[in-house]
Structure formats: structure tokens, C-alpha cells
């Protein structure tokens, strides 16, 4: 037996122990009280609508831990791209903070949580925030002002196409960028919005789970960019003449500020200063660290050393991963998905990617839509009432059919956001080349651009 294959077998072995004692935990687990608690988009038909201080303060806070991810993406990616293109990622990042917050002020908002429209989009009765002011909505966030729940799911329709940005990273020309940016936040992510938290939005109404974006943000956001790797092709020198990321203390950076910006884009989920809250932060946590330590351990068994950039890939693919089951699942099922985690996106980034022979620049598809698909279905596997009496049972808990209703979200999903985004970069690259010239590719885009350098250098 080679030696691959004996590492083969012990990482198989590992994972099916660990995955075999998680199963055996969950279905041996007894019932506890339901940390209550609504997540977005939940209909609170019956509760009363009154301004909570607590509920509002939280939110408050969690629309800023959300807002500050973008600028740690910026620095994720950052790092993990070569020096000469380090600026553009920032600036990338940075538009897409100032654009989509425009279109969602504008039409993106409304789009998303308007009136529903056969239960595919929203109207637009909210335009420029019509309406949208210190009242709650009781359709949505009973106890926090409406503007509040307005600028909180703000900061998820921001980051998710800056998701994308990891595909295509060191080669789309930045006024392309900026089209598709605004078009892509249109008519990919507000519509799949609306159809998993918008009232009368037809995933929604099937009884699809997703606490915090599993399907929304990254498997919508990582389905675009597997796109966008594909439509832009690869890189000049891809692989062997592509170098390692230039600055991996920014990315571990980055990486920290995204796992402490993930408890407000989970925990500000509950929409409430609760239980519910506290047990998605207690997921989310959790996840994280044991998906971090599952691609570090993997690593460490097939190239026999443990690297940074292994744990922290890891760590950010575990926080994917529970983000659509955060609010539904028990500490011992956000291991289970922990370990997926750390598995199933090192498999993506390992094998598939090689073997399709497509450029995912910075594994954005490996990551958030392997990750993302994993997480959602996973959500159909351990979700419990018993965290959650508004959500459902998973397969471990004795109902199939939210595992197939969880399959049904990520198959619309996956099909909508690749046809959908394949179309738009195509659309779009013919009224303004996406792909920058070669000159520029080699030069950089940081000075090619935007006329900037990153770093200086001063004799």
C-alpha cells in the first residue's frame, strides 16, 4: 500500500469514528427547553409589537460585527493574494461596502422583504426606505425598529457578493467589477433573499431552514464564484507560476476578525437578546474550532506538516458551515458539522479543484459553496426543536422530510445562482470586458487599476 493510501485510510477512518460517535450522541440526547427565539424572516404574526431596549442594543451591536467582516474579508483575501494586488482586493471589498449599501437603501431592501410576488421576489413599496422607520415590524422583528432589522440584513447583502471576490481575484477589471456588483445584488441575491426570509417567500414557506445564510449568502455567493472561475478562466502561469499568498499575517488576521464578526452574523440572528442568541454563538463557536482543527489534523496526516493557512481556511469553513443550522442545532451537533467542515471543503480544495482544472483564485467555491452546501444539509440532519421550537427535526431527530426540504433549497439555489450568474458575467462582458489585459495581469491591478502600490519601498 502506498503511502497515500495508508493516509487515506487513517483520514477516512478518523472522520467515520468521529462522525459514527456524533450520530450515537444525537440520537441519545433527551429533550431540554427550547432556547426561544425567531430567526429572519419568521413570522411573528401573534407577538406583540413593542421597541425592547435589550433587542435592539444587540442588533444594534451585531449590524456592526457584520458591517466589520467585509473589511476582514478585505484582509482574508488580501493576504492570501500576491503583493501586487493586494490593494485591488481591499478596494473591491470597500466598493462593494459602499454600492450595495446604496442598493439596498434604494430597491435591494424592498426587492428582498417587500410584498411577495408569487413568492419569487418583493415589491416595491419600500423604495428609498418607504415606510422603514422606528415602528418594529411585526412580520419580521417584532421588538427592534424597522430601520434596525433594515440595516442588520444590510450587512449580509454586502458581504455576500464580496464573497465572490475570492474567484476572481488578480483578474476582472474594476469598472466590470462595479456592474456586476449591482446587478448580481439584484437579481441573484434579492430574489434567493426573498424566497428563504421574505414572507411568502416560496423556501420559506416549504419550511426551509436557514438561521443565518447558509443558502442566501454562501452557497449563493460560492455557486457566483465557481462561475466566475470558470467564465474568466485561469490566471497567467496557473498553477505553476502562481506564487504563495504574500502576506499570510494578514490573512490570520482577516480570518480572527471573521470568526468574531460571525457571533454577530449568527447570534444577531435570534433578532433578540436570548437564549437563542447565546446558543448560536455557543454553534458557531464551536464549528469553528473543531473544523479548524479537522483541516489542520488532515493536513498534518497528507503532507505531514499543520499549516496556518490550513487552520484558518478551516476555521472560516466551519463558520460557513453552521451558519444556516446555528440556531437550531446542540453544541454536539455543531461538532458533526464541524467536522464536515474541515473535510468535505479540504476535499473540494484538494482534489475536485485540481482535477476540474478551473482557477478559484482563493478558494471561494471550495470554501463557501462546498461549505455552504454542507452546512444546509447538515441543517436537515441535526436541527432540533428542542434549541428551537420555531425551526423543525432533522433526520437525527426523526423527521426525513426536513432533510428533503433542505436538499430542495440547496438544488434551487445551486441552479438559480450558477444560470443566473453565468448569464450576468456573460452580459456584462459585452458592454465591458471583465477580464483585465495581460499587461495589466502581469503588472498588477494595483497600479494597472488604480494607480496605487501597496507597500512602498524607500532606499
Not at 445562482?417 to 459585452?430: E, H
Request: net charge neutral; with cysteine; charged share 10%.
Amino acid at each position: 500500500m502506498t503511502t497515500h493510501k495508508r493516509r487515506i485510510g487513517l483520514i477516512v477512518a478518523a472522520v467515520g469514528v468521529l462522525l459514527s460517535a456524533m450520530a450515537m450522541t444525537t440520537l441519545g440526547q433527551g429533550a431540554e427547553a427550547p432556547a426561544t427565539g425567531v430567526a429572519p424572516g419568521a413570522t411573528t404574526a401573534a407577538a406583540p409589537t413593542k421597541v425592547d431596549s435589550g433587542d435592539t442594543a444587540w442588533v444594534m451591536l451585531s449590524a456592526g460585527l457584520v458591517m466589520m467582516m467585509t473589511p476582514a474579508l478585505a484582509f482574508f483575501y488580501g493576504g492570501l493574494v500576491r503583493r501586487k494586488n493586494v490593494l485591488s482586493v481591499l478596494m473591491q471589498c470597500f466598493m462593494i461596502l459602499c454600492i450595495v449599501s446604496v442598493q439596498w437603501v434604494l430597491f435591494g431592501y424592498s426587492l428582498s422583504f417587500g410584498k411577495s410576488h408569487g413568492g419569487l421576489i418583493g415589491g416595491l413599496e419600500m423604495f428609498a426606505l418607504n415606510g422603514v422607520g422606528a415602528a418594529p415590524n411585526a412580520d419580521y422583528a417584532p421588538t427592534i425598529p424597522h430601520s434596525v432589522f433594515m440595516l442588520f440584513q444590510m450587512m449580509f447583502a454586502v458581504i455576500t457578493p464580496a464573497l465572490i471576490i475570492g474567484a476572481f481575484a488578480e483578474r476582472m477589471r474594476f469598472s466590470a467589477f462595479c456592474i456586476l456588483t449591482v446587478l448580481w445584488s439584484t437579481l441573484i441575491y434579492d430574489p434567493v433573499c426573498h424566497w428563504v426570509w421574505g414572507v411568502g417567500g416560496w423556501l420559506k414557506t416549504m419550511g426551509a431552514l436557514d438561521f443565518a445564510g447558509g443558502t442566501v449568502v454562501h452557497i449563493n455567493a460560492g455557486i457566483a464564484a465557481l462561475a466566475a472561475a470558470l467564465i474568466l478562466g485561469k490566471r497567467q502561469g496557473f498553477p505553476s507560476m502562481i506564487s504563495p499568498p504574500h502576506s499570510l499575517p494578514f490573512a490570520t488576521l482577516g480570518a480572527g476578525l471573521l470568526w468574531f464578526g460571525w457571533f454577530g452574523f449568527n447570534g444577531g440572528s435570534s433578532l433578540h437578546a436570548d437564549g437563542l442568541a447565546g446558543s448560536a454563538m455557543v454553534a458557531t463557536h464551536v464549528a469553528a474550532a473543531v473544523a479548524g482543527l479537522t483541516w489542520a489534523g488532515i493536513d498534518w496526516i497528507w503532507h505531514g506538516k499543520p499549516t496556518t493557512l490550513g487552520m484558518i481556511t478551516g476555521a472560516v469553513a466551519g463558520l460557513v458551515a453552521v451558519t444556516p443550522a446555528a440556531g437550531y442545532v446542540t453544541p454536539a451537533g455543531a461538532i458533526g458539522i464541524g467536522i464536515g467542515a474541515g473535510l468535505l471543503p479540504w476535499l473540494a480544495v484538494t482534489f475536485l479543484k485540481p482535477r476540474m482544472n478551473y482557477d478559484d483564485t482563493l478558494d471561494a467555491f471550495g470554501v463557501h459553496g462546498v461549505g455552504g452546501i454542507w452546512g444546509a444539509i447538515a441543517t436537515g440532519l441535526w436541527a432540533t426543536k428542542t434549541v428551537n421550537e420555531s425551526g423543525g427535526n432533522g433526520l437525527f431527530y426523526g423527521d426525513a422530510h426536513q432533510l428533503v426540504v433542505q436538499l430542495t433549497a440547496v438544488g434551487a439555489t445551486i441552479v438559480y445562482a450558477f444560470v443566473g450568474s453565468v448569464i450576468l458575467f456573460k452580459v456584462v462582458n459585452v458592454f465591458s470586458t471583465l477580464r483585465a489585459g495581460a499587461h495589466e495581469e502581469r503588472v498588477g491591478l494595483d497600479l494597472t487599476e488604480h494607480k496605487e502600490a501597496g507597500y512602498t519601498i524607500i532606499d
